[in-house]
């Protein structure tokens, strides 16, 4: 079966650039869409953006001037990139398959630290 | 865009059912078939309980169901179960492609 694994820095300076990558085994990124969604501590879900295998994006209005999704079908990996980071965007980045507009499965999440 | 509104809370007694709404708009909830609920217990990544509005993936207990209504969405356990007890997210496609999440319902089983 499908599965996804976040990997990247854990902590991440002011200003600058948040990089995580989502490998996925079991399946090929070559079909379905494939997405990133955050989560702050103790709050709720938050949207930021998905890729098709064409190469086509989506992303979340509030986030659109910063964020960058690509894919490396060589690797079977998609990457995220979020740059002026503040502590706001501190959270636990989750990726995952989309189908249907349905997030399934998930990775087991990463925990971004924004501090200096 | 603005998140889709869920109660803050809702609790239940085993065996008995709740239903969890989930209000949007008919640029999103209400304008296509494309709702999702996820389930969430603590430290752990969300699960799909329900897409399309009322499918269940394969694996899912048949005691979660899905339904909309013109702008809300809804998700109803019946027979609770202690282990039911978690966040829950609905989430919907909209007008500009994008994906949009609800606050989250934490649900207590007394």
């Known amino acids: 079966q499908v599965q996804l694994q976040e990997s990247g820095p854990g902590l991440v300076k002011p200003s600058e650039t948040l990089s995580l990558t989502c490998t996925v085994s079991?399946?090929?990124?070559?079909?379905?869409?494939w997405g990133w969604i955050r989560q702050p501590p103790g709050k709720g879900l938050e949207y930021i953006g998905y890729i098709y295998n064409t190469g086509s994006t989506n992303y979340n209005p509030s986030l659109k001037s910063r964020v960058t999704i690509s894919m490396d079908t060589s690797k079977n990996q998609f990457s995220l990139k979020l740059s002026s980071v503040t502590a706001a965007d501190t959270a636990v980045y989750y990726c995952?398959?989309?189908?249907?507009?349905?997030?399934?499965?998930w990775g087991q999440g990463t925990l971004v630290t924004v501090s200096s | 865009q603005s998140a889709l509104t869920q109660p803050a809370s809702v609790s239940g007694s085993p065996g008995q059912s709740i239903t969890i709404s989930c209000t949007g708009t008919?640029?999103?909830?209400?304008?296509?078939?494309?709702v999702s609920w996820y389930q969430q217990h603590p430290g752990k990544a969300p699960k799909l309980m329900i897409y399309e509005v009322s499918n269940r993936p394969s694996g899912v207990s048949n005691r979660f169901s899905g339904s909309k209504s013109d702008n809300t969405a809804s998700l109803t356990i019946s027979g609770l179960r202690a282990e039911d007890e978690a966040d829950y997210y609905c989430?919907?496609?909209?007008?500009?492609?994008?994906?949009?999440f609800g606050g989250g319902t934490e649900l207590t089983v007394l």
């Open positions: 079991g399946g090929s990124i070559s079909s379905f869409y």
């Open positions: 989430s919907s496609y909209t007008s500009s492609s994008t994906l949009v």
């Open positions: 008919s640029s999103d909830v209400g304008g296509y078939n494309y």
């Open positions: 995952a398959r989309i189908s249907a507009a349905a997030g399934e499965p």
